[in-house]
């Protein structure tokens, strides 16, 4: 069936849509991201505008985060305290992040820097926690304890808070720089920022998984609103028909997605998780290195 | 003197004489995109008024659709220190967002080329590209790339012979507008040619507006964005919300 969006002005296949929502619900139930980074380019290749298609993915995590959300607080595996610190950073964080892109832009190629942005930290990231779960199972396997590290510099700084559901004792710091550091890069890369909140808080501020998961996908609902309501009233580019369809699939997915989650073991997640962000960053990579099939491409008069 | 005269008089008069009208029919002049909207053929058909009898040469018909014109910058990727990047890029002042030209036969071979010229009827023409020779060396490779880009679309078409004549009278085609259509007026134009002449020529409109729901939310999200992006936050919510309640009714029962 198909269906002609009016903003995008563009017609595509209902059940295409649907189904990519549902997809990547499932994804942001399970691991906590918002599942910008996989959907956008989804979109990108079925033909919705560059810019709709970033503005509309902001509108659609808002209701998967949300259906996510409600699954996590009926666990009580929210920590709505850290949560609410990490929106505080990440909201400061998006509007330096804000200020940054639009320097970049003045400098030109900026598609460019946000693609290499999302090769590095993809990378690194996925590598990183590839790795650290890889181990972790293996040490599960032979019957090592799982150690985590309790004490590290992060826990010697000042302005200490107890954050129960996470079973934490911290600094205020580290949470706050980890929430303004993803706003800056979401600002950036056009993404909500969970694939790189995710791995801060499991181990930077040493989270328990489980915790991980919902919090993020608490503080993404707010980030993403907020970007939603930017888009929508300075570039016109929110299609609520795309996002109705995604997001019936997106939320029904999220739910779906949450009770996988809960069933699966910590580092098994933590690995799928990375292995996701590897394949996202090699398909990356492999569109910068190797030769585009079409050199030239179109962009009409709104868009620049 | 008064024969040279009379033979001035009768190859200025000839084309007066046999002074061709179109007459136009299409079976729709107007285009409502509504939500489930998958394309639209629109049936061109016409006859020739002519006072004087046919004349000996062929007659051959010429028509053009174009969509609104708006300004496009094409882009060239090429290979800087071993990643594809853009590097260069021409701003075209105006290329349609739909073109459309039927013929009768073979364009090169229906309409000379300053005819084509004087009324930009082919592709190439239609696209106005004033300043894109000085932004790179070779712009038409741009102008090349964005006609293939379009044409793959099925955004610009050529159809060559499209156009069936009977009795140098009655003419008919069918244009398909794709799915991928902008809003706007299309503007149609017929051309009656006779050995590669323009001897007539009829211009007329095509609305293409979205209806219902689609010109309800696009007119929202111009007139009132603070509304709409409200609106579009409060559908997620809700669809966020329900969605988690019917699955903890599932569990329940």
């Not at chain 1, 004490?151 to 934490?168: A, E, N």
């Not at chain 2, 991928?180 to 409109?205: D, K, P, W």
């Amino acid at each position: 069936m198909q269906i002609y969006l009016p903003i995008a002005e563009v017609s595509v296949n209902a059940f295409l849509l649907l189904g990519l929502g549902g997809l990547v619900g499932v994804l942001s139930g399970m691991f906590g991201v918002g599942g910008g980074f996989l959907m956008t380019p989804l979109l990108f290749f079925i033909g919705i505008p560059p810019a709709v298609a970033v503005a509309t993915e902001a509108n659609q995590i808002v209701a998967s985060s949300f259906s996510g959300v409600l699954a996590h607080l009926r666990r009580k595996t929210v920590d709505l305290r850290m949560g609410t610190v990490l929106l505080i950073g990440g909201l400061v964080g998006a509007a330096l992040g804000v200020v940054v892109f639009n320097y970049l832009k003045s400098l030109g190629q900026v598609d460019l820097l946000v693609k290499l942005c999302y090769v590095v930290f993809l990378g690194v990231v996925g590598g990183m926690m590839f790795n650290e779960s890889l181990r972790a199972i293996r040490n599960t396997r032979r019957g090592v304890p799982v150690r985590r590290r309790k004490h590290g510099w992060v826990h010697g700084l000042p302005f200490k808070i107890r954050f129960r559901t996470s079973g934490l004792y911290i600094s205020i710091i580290p949470p706050l720089f980890v929430g303004v550091s993803v706003g800056i890069l979401a600002a950036i890369m056009g993404v909500g920022g969970g694939f790189v909140m995710v791995p801060a808080m499991i181990y930077l501020l040493g989270m328990p998984t489980k915790v991980v998961v919902g919090t993020s996908l608490f503080q993404i609902i707010f980030v993403t609103a907020f970007t939603t309501m930017l888009h929508a009233t300075t570039n016109y580019t929110v299609d609520v028909a795309l996002a109705v369809l995604l997001l019936v699939g997106g939320v029904i997915g999220a739910q779906f997605g949450t009770t996988i989650g809960t069933r699966m073991k910590a580092e098994q997640l933590r690995i799928l998780l990375a292995i996701m962000v590897l394949v996202v960053c090699g398909k990356l990579a492999f569109d910068l290195l190797v030769q585009p099939s079409e050199l030239y491409s179109l962009s009409t008069g709104e868009d620049h | 003197m008064l024969w040279r005269l009379s033979l001035v008089f009768a190859l200025v008069g000839s084309p007066l004489c046999a002074e061709e009208e179109v007459v136009l029919g299409l079976s729709s002049d107007r285009v409502a995109i509504t939500a489930t909207f998958e394309g639209s053929d629109i049936l061109i058909f016409g006859a020739v008024k002519r006072e004087a009898a046919i004349p000996e040469t062929p007659l051959d018909v010429v028509i053009t659709v174009a969509g609104p014109s708006l300004p496009v910058t094409v882009r060239r990727k090429s290979r800087e220190f071993g990643i594809w990047i853009n590097t260069d890029m021409v701003d075209l002042d105006s290329a349609p967002s739909f073109y459309a030209v039927a013929t009768t036969g073979p364009l090169n071979e229906v309409l000379s080329d300053t005819e084509d010229l004087r009324h930009r009827v082919s592709i190439t023409r239609a696209i106005r590209s004033v300043g894109a020779a000085s932004m790179v060396e070779d712009s038409g490779a741009f102008i090349d790339a964005l006609i293939r880009i379009k044409r793959d679309q099925d955004a610009y078409q050529m159809r060559e012979g499209a156009v069936a004549i009977d009795q140098q009278t009655l003419f008919r085609t069918a244009i398909s507008m794709p799915a991928n259509l902008t809003e706007g007026t299309y503007e149609t134009r017929i051309f009656l040619a006779r050995e590669g002449q323009v001897v007539s020529q009829y211009q007329t409109e095509i609305d293409v507006r979205k209806v219902g729901l689609e010109r309800f939310l696009f007119t929202l999200s111009r007139e009132q964005p603070t509304l709409y992006g409200l609106m579009s936050l409060a559908i997620a919510i809700a669809a966020g919300w329900g969605a988690s309640a019917v699955f903890q009714l599932l569990r329940r029962g």
